[in-house]
């Protein structure tokens, strides 16, 4: 057994069916739990907002400010530091003398280039990092294809996978979290501590209850009241977003197995169990999409490489799309909720994207840019998909 290991939180801010975590507390005698808030997360694009708003930045600090305080219940403590995360965990490792660094693993382009650099850097003090996935319902190695040969088109994809899911039992929470008897846990930042007025936005009405953990119980609750008092229709194009479980899973709040473990036998129309458990596949169709085509799914020509299409930079119409400012109401009270609550339905979603894509022709990636920005629910390959979809240059 290890004597120390550090582990570094990244879009798994759970206890519950986190693999990572517990095999780190299994593993070692004392655990070094960190979250770092990255400060390049928060700087201004090119198009002018930055790349994670107010509105979702505020939501990132409630759900890391609620780990901290489910792994104080049980013992531990969440270590806060801001900076780059590949400098930071390897100076965590080096000074704390730790033999491990165990993380989720990510497949962002930006975020396996960090988990490049904190390797080379880790390999200097003869210190391993342990990568874990646990983004999807099942391991790459148990899907009946290759990801060299996933399937294009997400319809093909689900016939395919829908009878031959192999998805284990979500993991336990670790029963005790020991640390070191001497460490700096640090303060969880503020908004002007991450070079962020609050200012920036007209609201900071987040209506996602970070305190919803991700015990079974509660996503029993919101699942069934999601389908009985019909927030859920079958006509849903994204049950997850339309349900909220999709805030949860952005940061990985709970875990994409503990929901489908909980639609195999909550009480509720098959029709609407079925559909949920659609956009559970589909959700895992992006990140496996963005596995195999990576780079290709950030650019105007998209996975499928569409160089024929050509899109509009036109900063001032796309300006008005961001204000609210079209011809058209409905689209702008739809980018007003984009803005001050950072929550819209699937519905809304597809109209407001629909509108600047197809309507007015405009660059794809700069809608894709903005959501990023402002919706809480952002995760790397399912905005990314969706914008490539819509925009006709995705896998579907």
Known sequence: ??????????????????????????????IIPVFVFDPRQFEHTKLGFRRTSVLRAQFLIETVANLRAKLRERGGDLLIRIGE????????????????????????????????????????????????????????????????????????????????????????????????????????????????????????????????????????????????????????????TDCKLSHYLALGGISARSIYHVLQDIQGPASLKETLLKSLFERDYFHWTLLRYGPRMFKPSGVIHHFEQRWL??????????????????????MSKVKTTGCVSSAEWQKAASYLVQKENINWTWGAMYFESFLTDYSVSVNWGKWNNLAGVGAN
């Open 85 to 240: 995360p590949e400098s930071i965990i390897a100076q965590l490792a080096d000074d704390y003398r730790a033999e491990y660094v165990y993380t989720s693993k990510e497949i962002g382009p930006e975020e396996t280039r960090i988990e490049s650099s904190l390797s080379k850097r880790l390999k200097v003090s003869n210190v391993d990092i342990k990568l874990f996935w646990m983004q999807t319902l099942s391991h790459a190695k148990d899907l009946p294809f290759p990801i060299s040969k996933l399937p294009l088109g997400f319809d093909h994809y689900y016939q395919q996978i829908k009878n031959q899911l192999k998805t284990g039992t979500p993991a336990s929470e670790p029963s005790a979290i020991t640390l070191p008897l001497e460490y700096e846990a640090g303060v969880i930042p503020s908004l002007p501590a991450l070079g962020m007025d609050p200012q920036e936005t007209s609201s900071l009405n987040i209506s996602i209850d970070v305190s919803a953990t991700s015990h079974e119980t509660t996503i029993r609750e919101h699942l069934g009241t999601c389908i009985t008092d019909q927030t859920l229709s079958e006509e849903s194009t994204d049950a997850l």
């Open 313 to 334: 930079n036109d900063k001032t119409v796309f300006q008005q799309w961001i204000d609210g400012k079209t011809a058209d109401e409905e689209i702008n009270h739809i």
């Open 1 to 30: 057994m290890a004597q120390r290991i550090v582990y570094w939180f990244r879009n798994d801010l759970r206890l519950t069916d986190n693999e990572a975590f517990l095999a780190a507390t299994n593993a070692a005698k004392e």
